[in-house]
């Protein structure tokens, strides 16, 4: 018996979707070769084998399934295949196994469910300043208010590449901007719309919050202007009375709530879901707790902000180093030493925590009804581990009480094994299971195009023990099929970029090298494995029409409209509506077809169906011999070709499909292509 045939084709098919109460057993199955198979059994960790009965056959392969009681414990597991002359084959999640590890078990979380709307779903994330503007009387103005060190400017050309130094250039991008163009995300496929943060902040990200309650005006409503701009001398935004009446007038932030009310049910009535960005492991120093900037004191708040007094009813919302400096007292906690980032003192104060789980309740809820959140540094939040992890079960709890089927979504880096047990976060950013193993696979660059790796560079079995590695020591099924899977983000280079395989950044290599040398091919490699893996692949905003960058701040540059790549844009439309119109390519078992030097292949299944997929990113052809038989796919038949990529660009249309002998397909791979094939029942 071939160790590498047997094959477990147990699938979130057969335990999802999930009615927890409902729940008392699972069938676990396993599919083995028919020949030279006497029995096989499941290893259950801390219970002694059960054997598994066969349950039916197909000529070339059988079934073997066995019931498994449930109570409120996490089960894990692994099966054993029994050979006709003794010998044992420990198959795992990680494949066959001489050795067991707790990284190759399966496991699964009984009454552990994920929302089903977000099971493999395309989201699409936007970062609001740069997507675009389409309510230019709201912009941040030039001389608005001081941030870092200087004043805040308005970008008038919507084409200029982002400075090194960016965090207060405003573009003029805005929920109107987003609304405008729903029509195209959902022309595009997008089924979810993935914000970076939107609440009222001075910096063009956001990720320095100054009020947690209402949505910025500045890329939302304005419907009450005034006040000076700073002037020559001045810096202290105290005196910044146009900032300070379009960030706290209660006016312009009711307006400012009330299109995002509007624009989450446009999009619902699209079927595209929405989830926001929840920065909650620190604040910013504008923020109405602290106010070192001193706006809220000059516009007259009756609380006084803990930089201002030591009787502000938020004085223990953060960490004071020292006593006996107030008035305005800087000596705080900042995220990384960084003062303008206050350090949040949860331990320190019960109703800080109170609170932030009354933010989470109200924008998931009605007239907002987000549909989720992404936490920004999730797992820094807090002092301890312990405490950590207490707040996130909370804020769990408090989500779903208010939506039970809001999706959390966490950005961490290592291990997020602690987080993903079913009563904390539901699934991940997926770095180490995606864009790292991608990004080294087909471009040889570390995912900020800090370093160039050679021996990365199609490493085929790199890549595959990678990308399965992290699945297997940190996600259960529910989470793994719900996992961001992005290319590019706000915090790291352009994919596209990465394919020129030069090391660099904005300061040093400047704008315009970042698209020099690209290769689209390789981009077009990329995009089929995204919209193929397991998981929520995820679109940056302008990858899909040819946008480049080095890492932040040059990777936030404006969606090119009127400019766009529209071979791109028809690439990835064709992609994504592949992927939504096959349920296997949602939910399907994944086995590994083939790998060698620079070549993958592999095929999901489901139900009667298989999508394979096959990437070559060598510099020239190759022959492949793939055994699709191990995807339900019959020995004799036709496989439908869907889809062919190469350095000229793709065809998904008049390709002639491919016949299948002895179970396996047997073909020459182009040079830097993609290729896809079906096989339907």
Known sequence: MDEEAIFSDYSPAFIQPWEPAAYSQVTLRLRTPQQDVSHCTVSLRGDRDQEMIKTGEDGRFAWYAAVVQLDAVKISWFFN???????????????????????????????????????????????????????????????????????????DDWYRDPAADDVREFYGGDLQGVMEKLDYLQDLGVEVIYFNPLFVSPSNHKYDSQDYDHIDPHIARIVRDGGDLLADG???????????????????????????????????????????????????????????????????????????????????????????????????????????????????????????????????????????????VAADLGHSAE????????????????????????????????????????????????????????????????????????????????????????????TMFISMNELSNHDHSRFLTRTNRRVGRLATRGAAAAGEGVDKAVLREAVAIQMTWPGAPTVYYGDEAGLCGWTDPDDRRTYPWGREDMELIRYHKFMISLRRSSPCLRRGALRCMKLDRGFVSYARFLDGEAIITAVNNNDG?????????????????????????????????????????????????????????????
């Open 621 to 681: 052809e190759v022959y492949g011999e793939l055994p699709v038989c191990y995807a339900g796919v019959p020995d004799c038949c036709e496989l439908e070709v869907l889809m062919q990529s190469d350095g000229g660009g793709f065809l998904d249309a008049g390709l002639e499909g491919v016949a299948i002998s002895e179970g396996r397909l047997a073909m020459r791979f182009p040079a830097h292509s993609a290729t896809v094939f079906r096989w339907k029942k």
């Open 81 to 155: 295949v029994y050979t006709a002359d003794g010998r044992r084959v420990m198959y795992t999640r990680r494949g066959p196994a001489q050795n067991i590890e707790d990284a190759s078990f399966w496991n699964l979380v009984p009454g552990y469910s994920t929302p089903e709307w977000m099971c493999g779903a395309v989201m699409y994330q936007i970062f609001v300043d740069r997507f675009r503007n389409g309510s230019p009387e709201n912009d941040v103005l030039t001389n608005e208010f001081n941030y870092l060190g200087a004043r805040s400017q308005h970008v």
């Open 387 to 478: 405490f950590n992890h207490e707040f996130w079960k909370r804020f769990r709890a408090e989500v779903h009480d208010a939506n039970p089927e809001a999706v959390i979504l966490a950005e961490n880096y290592g291990n997020s094994a602690p987080w993903l047990q079913g009563s904390e976060w539901d699934t991940i950013m997926n770095y180490e299971a995606f864009m790292e193993p991608l990004t080294w696979f087909l471009t040889g660059m570390e995912k900020h195009s800090d370093d160039f790796r050679p021996d990365k560079l199609n490493d085929a079995y790199d890549f595959w023990k990678t990308m399965t590695y992290y699945w297997n020591a940190e996600m259960t099924f529910p």
């Open 234 to 376: 001045q810096s202290e935004n105290r005196f910044a009375g146009r900032y300070i009446r379009r960030t706290t007038d209660p006016a312009n932030l009711s307006a400012s709530d009330e299109l995002f009310a509007d624009l989450v049910r446009e999009a619902h009535s699209r079927g595209i879901r929405v989830i926001i960005d929840g920065v909650f492991n620190h604040c910013g120093s504008f923020n109405k707790w602290m106010d070192r900037e001193r706006i809220y004191e000059s516009g007259g708040s009756e609380e006084a902000g803990a930089f201002v007094s030591a009787d502000s009813p938020y004085r223990d919302f953060f960490s004071f180093r020292r006593e006996g400096h107030w008035p305005y007292n800087p000596c705080y906690d900042g995220w990384w030493g960084h003062d303008t980032l206050p350090k949040l003192n949860y331990e320190g104060s019960q109703k800080l925590t109170d609170y932030i789980m009354h933010v989470a309740r109200k924008w998931v809820s009605p007239p907002y009804c987000a549909d989720g959140w992404r936490l920004d």
